[in-house]
């Protein structure tokens, strides 16, 4: 095995890990690089998005569009976890992800099917808001 492949695969387990440590969170690519600087795994930026893009195909990761003049932000999909049939909900003081796999969300995609005609695509999409957590601690 070449070193450089060697690096690749690497890095490439670290920025791994680094996302499902934070599974419970969105992730942005920029900080996945401030975190393999810190673990002293100096990374180019680049490679970083080039594998988050491939995670993205494979379903491993998420990726959520920017919000107004913001990045993309990245999500560890655990298997199984369905994430496919349910929305999502983000936190905007803590970050935190929040699956909403709630019988309800039938209700809603059958509400939208048939009243609207229009077919939810719930892998991707997020609502966005404030946790308990952070509303209870004065923190929104």
């Known amino acids: 095995m070449t ?3 060697h690096y690749a695969t690497a890095s490439r387990r670290k920025i791994l890990e680094i996302l499902k440590e934070n599974k419970d969170r969105t ?3 920029a900080e996945i690089g401030e975190w393999l600087r810190r673990m002293e795994n100096d990374v180019n930026i680049t490679t970083v998005y080039r594998y988050l893009d491939k995670l993205e195909k494979d379903g491993t990761v998420i990726r959520y569009a920017p ?3 913001g990045r993309a932000s990245y999500q ?3 298997q199984g976890k369905g994430c496919e049939n349910h929305l999502h909900m983000k936190c905007g003081v803590c970050g935190r992800i929040y699956h909403l796999d709630c ?3 039938e209700e809603i995609a059958e509400h939208i ?3 609207h005609g229009f077919t939810l695509s719930c892998r991707d999409s997020i609502l966005y808001g404030t946790c308990r957590d952070c509303r209870t601690s ?3």
């Open 113 to 115: 099917q048939k009243d």
């Open 76 to 78: 560890y999909v655990e």
């Open 27 to 29: 992730v942005t690519a």
């Open 138 to 140: 004065g923190l929104s």
């Open 67 to 69: 919000r107004e003049g």
């Open 103 to 105: 019988a309800f969300m």
């Open 3 to 5: 070193k450089e492949h």
